[in-house]
Structure formats: structure tokens, C-alpha cells
């Protein structure tokens, strides 16, 4: 026993300040890998990879020499094929992990927490309005990841944030009320423009393309974005991919100073530990999975 402690401790006088570095960074990337398979269809990929694992040990093992040799051709191109395969998937991590250890570090950098406060205030009381009257609105809050190209497919407006001009603009007889609002460094800053959709096969079939878009947008990016039901007037949040609903004006005012930094109660950052954090994080709205639904046909 005095062996192993001595063991340990002449261990321990041997790590240096690389190593622990070493050991950060290699929790982070676990960590990442951890959420990248729990929250996309690459959980399924991982069974298939360890069975063909095994049947490769077992096939050593025993000498099967032919599938031996299949399953080595299969192991030499494989990463190739994963990559192609899930594409869109690598690419959404990998944004996220270049944005999100800045954002830890320098925080809100460009955007004052009083712009911020600001477009909190002017959503919230947007999206009450416009869910007393059942009329559909898309609000896209960029944080991070820079959305430019979505920008494109809109109209540039860039306008101070306002409950009125949010609900003038989705207006239903308003020529930009059928694309998003996407507001950027704390200002109303393009309308009218086009989300990607979600391919996420688990979403419920009944959602509509407006929530569908939500969760698309918020798994390309660390966007948080509102959606407001055009047929129940339900207001709706989409942040890293996950849908909860049934919030009212003040809930949302809430959950969004939490995720934006602008209230006491939300100093963990939206950064890795704020990811981190928002995991735990008790709802203030409803939550239901994008799996889920008592709605139809919503959009």
C-alpha cells in the first residue's frame, strides 16, 4: 500500500503545467463530443461503429481472415464517410466551439448590457402583443455566430429595438411579415429573412415550418430565437436546438435576460459554462421536446 502512495505522489511531482493544459483541453473536446452525440442522430452512428468494433477483435481473434480484411477497407475510408454524412452536423459544432470560448472570455464584448436590456424589453412586449391578437413572428437574437448570409436573403433595416415596430412588421398584410427578424449588437437590424429548416428526423410531425425554422436556426447557431404561434399564439423559445413553450410576456422577458446576460441572476455566461449551466437551468416556460407536441398543424 505505502508502494502505490509513494507511486502516486512521485506521479503527481511530475505533472507540469502542459499536462494540466493537456487534460483542459481534452475534457473540453470530450465534453463536445458528449453533446454532439446525445443531441444529433450520431448517437445511432456510435452503436453501429462499436458493433463493427467487435465483430473486427472477435474476427482477429478467430483468424477470419476475409473479414478481416473487409472490415480494415471499411476502418481506412470511415472517418471519410462519417464526415460527408453528417456534414451539416460537424459543421454546427465546430462553429460553436470556435465562438463560445471567446464568448466565455470577453463575454458581451461589442453589445452593452443596456442595448441588450433593451431589445429583452422590446421582444417581450412584442411577442405578448402579438400573441393576444394569434398573429406569427419569427425573432432571431444573434449572439455570437454571425448570421450574414441569412441577412442577405432579407431587408436590411437597422432601426433601434421597439415593441411596435417588431409587431408593425409582422403584421399580416406587411410585405416582410412571413421571414424572420434578426437582431444584431442590440438593434433591429433585417426582416423578411429566410431560416433554414430543421432535418432533425425526432421533431413531431405536426409543428409548423415557422417552429421548425427555430429549431433549424438555433442548431446552426447559438442564436436564441422567439416564435410566436400564428394559430394558438403560444410564444415560443429555440436555443442550441431545443424547443420550450407556453411562456407569457414577462416569463420570456426572464428566460431572455438569462440567456443574454442583462439581469443579476444570469452572470454564468452563454459562453461553456454558460452552455454548461443553461443545461440545468430551471424553465420558466412550459418545456416540451422537439419531439412532442398536444399542437396541430402549428406554425
Given at each position: 500500500m505505502q508502494e502505490f502512495f509513494d507511486g502516486c505522489l512521485r506521479t503527481l511531482q511530475m505533472i507540469t503545467i502542459a499536462d494540466v493544459i493537456d487534460i483542459l483541453l481534452v475534457s473540453v473536446l470530450i465534453f463536445y463530443i458528449y453533446v454532439f452525440l446525445r443531441d444529433r442522430r450520431a448517437g445511432k452512428?456510435?452503436?453501429?461503429?462499436?458493433?463493427?468494433?467487435?465483430?473486427?477483435?472477435?474476427?482477429?481473434?478467430?483468424?477470419?481472415?476475409?473479414?478481416?480484411?473487409?472490415?480494415?477497407n471499411v476502418f481506412q475510408v470511415g472517418l471519410i464517410i462519417v464526415a460527408i454524412i453528417f456534414q451539416p452536423e460537424l459543421r454546427s459544432v465546430l462553429e460553436k466551439m470556435g465562438a463560445q470560448p471567446i464568448k466565455g472570455i470577453r463575454s458581451i464584448a461589442s453589445q452593452k448590457r443596456g442595448d441588450l436590456a433593451r431589445v429583452v424589453e422590446s421582444v417581450s412586449e412584442a411577442?405578448?402583443?402579438?400573441?393576444?391578437?394569434?398573429?406569427?413572428?419569427?425573432?432571431?437574437?444573434?449572439?455570437?455566430?454571425?448570421?450574414?448570409?441569412?441577412?442577405?436573403?432579407?431587408?436590411?433595416?437597422?432601426?433601434?429595438?421597439?415593441?411596435?415596430?417588431?409587431?408593425?412588421i409582422f403584421y399580416n398584410k406587411a410585405p416582410l411579415h412571413d421571414g424572420a427578424v434578426i437582431i444584431r449588437g442590440g438593434r433591429i437590424h433585417a426582416a423578411g429573412c429566410v431560416l433554414p429548416i430543421s432535418s432533425n428526423p425526432d421533431i413531431v410531425k405536426d409543428l409548423g415550418t415557422r417552429h421548425r425554422a427555430a429549431i433549424g436556426?438555433?442548431?446552426?447557431?447559438?442564436?436564441?430565437?422567439?416564435?410566436?404561434?400564428?394559430?394558438?399564439?403560444?410564444?415560443?423559445?429555440?436555443?442550441?436546438?431545443?424547443l420550450t413553450r407556453g411562456y407569457s410576456g414577462a416569463s420570456l422577458r426572464r428566460k431572455l435576460g438569462y440567456y443574454l446576460e442583462t439581469d443579476s441572476d444570469s452572470r454564468g455566461g452563454v459562453g461553456l459554462i454558460g452552455k454548461i449551466r443553461s443545461k440545468f437551468a430551471k424553465k420558466d416556460g412550459n418545456e416540451e421536446s422537439t419531439g412532442e407536441s398536444d399542437e396541430r398543424g402549428e406554425n
Open positions: 452512428l456510435v452503436l453501429g461503429i462499436v458493433l463493427l468494433i467487435a465483430l473486427k477483435i472477435i474476427s482477429e481473434l478467430t483468424g477470419m481472415y476475409v473479414m478481416q480484411f473487409l472490415l480494415q411577442a405578448a402583443g402579438l400573441s393576444e391578437t394569434k398573429t406569427g413572428a419569427l425573432i432571431v437574437i444573434e449572439r455570437e455566430t454571425m448570421l450574414g448570409d441569412l441577412v442577405l436573403t432579407g431587408t436590411v433595416i437597422d432601426a433601434e429595438p421597439s415593441s411596435f415596430l417588431l409587431r408593425n436556426m438555433s442548431e446552426n447557431s447559438d442564436a436564441v430565437v422567439v416564435v410566436v404561434s400564428e394559430e394558438t399564439g403560444k410564444i415560443s423559445l429555440a436555443v442550441d436546438g431545443n
